[in-house]
């Protein structure tokens, strides 16, 4: 079974690092775990909004599947509060989320985020 976890463990965020070649270990991040075993991050900036720098999966664990249900899981957390959530990219794909490009980037605000269902249907 896959969960999210927030954590600042730099033992698990150490050895996920440098793995998935992500340099040194900084800002907020959230662990996907299969089971016991760590083989997702997502680094977060927080500040008057928050960015999501990376979201990275070990690659035999990266399918659509395992994506989709990390991207949709941080946004859920992510919309429990009110702030502006931005990704530092152009990403067409993030508009069925609520996303709009914003400057090069694209952003929504956190509690207009929209959970679209998977099979592209309505409902």
Do not use: W
């Amino acid at each position: 079974m896959q969960q999210v976890i927030f954590t600042t463990d730099k033992s698990v965020l150490s050895a996920l690092y440098e793995k998935l070649n992500l340099g040194e270990v900084k800002g907020a991040n959230f662990v996907l775990l299969d089971g016991d075993k760590p083989v997702g991050v997502s680094r977060m900036t927080i500040d008057e909004e928050v960015t999501i720098d990376n979201l990275s999966i070990l690659p035999e664990y990266d399918d659509f599947g395992s994506r989709d249900f990390f991207f949709r899981t941080l946004l859920y957390k992510l919309s429990l509060n009110d702030y502006v959530v931005v990704v530092d990219k152009v990403d067409e794909r993030l508009k069925k989320f609520g996303f709009t490009e914003e400057n090069g980037k694209m952003a929504v605000q956190s509690k207009k985020i929209i959970f679209p269902h998977s099979c592209g249907c309505k409902g």
